[in-house]
């Protein structure tokens, strides 16, 4: 039994009967409220970030915040299995796709990723609407790519929207729980932008930076897990078992580990592995058809404790312009020393 049994696997009934776009703004709403609440829904993003489904080409903007309000009041009524039940009943085959997609568009994050919390319930939802993996990954694939997209446009129609003002240069950055600040690595005319929520930051640019930090405070559950089975051990499974799994493979199709390294005199001991992502950078590039496609890229990750919380911190090398990759020794060194470098430029509090 799992935590979305409630919602899958449930008997909950109601009268109310959805059509199938409504279907579709259910699964939307369900996964909005699956791991918060009914309180933190903001149906009118929500209903926003719908209207950009071609579902719903025939409704206007306030019809669609209309349907999501009402789903809300489903949910609140009669629960979210119950929502669950007719918004699958309403689901034929010709739009089951969009109702996963729907679900897909409300779990990415800023760096266009699921992030590694909200896998357990995708795999649940793709389970739920009977897809294979395969049909899954690509509409991952195509979600991600119509955000960037639609973000890369609305950046070129304002850029100041995405440029640091030039007194930002010498700024740093502050976590939200207050446990490091960093000098912000990326500049204003090269088009650098900041991503933060609380748990992540990412700072990236036009030129293919992006460094990005995750952090998690230290439960006395892991740290138990620490003293059982070692701090190697330990860095290996957040990293290898779950952390790149999760956040990585499950995005980025065909993506391999190339390497793996415990550093024992780095960090009072940490984690390093690089990963290969086929068609897995931030940044893609415009092809004659006018489809954008995503460029290769190298990541390389570090995970690492430092007093009552763990991070991970990443680098990305995208190879733009045909650049090729250098003999992979040399690139696990240079991304390796890359990482490591900005770590010392972090200041633990």
Do not use: C, H
């Amino acid at each position: 039994m799992t935590r979305y049994d409630k919602i899958f696997n449930s008997k909950e009934t109601t009268e109310d009967v959805l059509n199938p776009e409504e279907a579709v703004a259910a699964i939307a709403v369900i996964t909005a409220i699956a791991d918060s609440s009914l309180e933190d829904v903001d149906a009118e993003s929500l209903a926003s970030v719908l209207w950009d489904f071609e579902v719903f080409d025939e409704y206007a903007e306030e019809e669609i915040t209309e349907i999501v309000y009402r789903l809300i009041d489903i949910a609140e009524t009669d629960g979210l299995g119950a929502l669950y039940n007719i918004a699958s009943a309403a689901l034929g085959d010709d739009i089951v796709l969009d109702g996963f997609a729907a679900g897909v568009i409300v779990l990415i994050d800023e760096e266009l990723t699921i992030p590694p919390a909200k896998q357990a319930y995708l795999k649940e939802l793709q389970a739920a609407l009977d897809l294979e993996d395969e049909e899954a990954q690509e509409i991952i694939q195509e979600v991600i790519a119509a955000v960037e997209e639609g973000e890369n446009a609305e950046f070129a129609d304002d850029e100041a929207e995405i440029t640091l003002p030039e007194d930002y240069l010498d700024s740093v950055y502050e976590s939200p729980l207050g446990n490091f600040t960093v000098p912000i690595p990326v500049k204003s005319e090269n088009g650098g932008r900041i991503q933060s929520q609380e748990g992540v930051v990412g700072f990236s640019d036009d030129i293919g930076t992006l460094l990005r930090i995750d952090y998690y405070p230290l439960l006395p559950e892991y740290l138990e897990d620490i003293e059982t089975v070692g701090q190697e051990e330990y860095l290996q499974s957040i990293l290898v078992e779950k952390y790149v799994p999760q956040a990585i493979y499950a995005n980025v199709p065909n993506s391999e580990i190339k390497y793996a390294e415990y550093l024992e005199d780095a960090l009072d001991g940490a984690y390093y592995v690089l990963v290969d992502m086929p068609q897995g950078s931030t940044i893609s590039k415009q092809e004659n058809n006018g489809n954008a496609k995503r460029l290769d890229a190298y990541r390389g990750l570090i995970t690492f404790m430092n007093s009552d919380f763990l991070y991970i911190v990443s680098s990305q090398r995208s190879f733009l312009n045909g650049d090729k990759p250098a003999p992979l020794e040399e690139e696990i060194e240079n991304i390796k020393e890359q990482i490591l470098d900005f770590v010392e430029s972090i200041e633990f509090n």
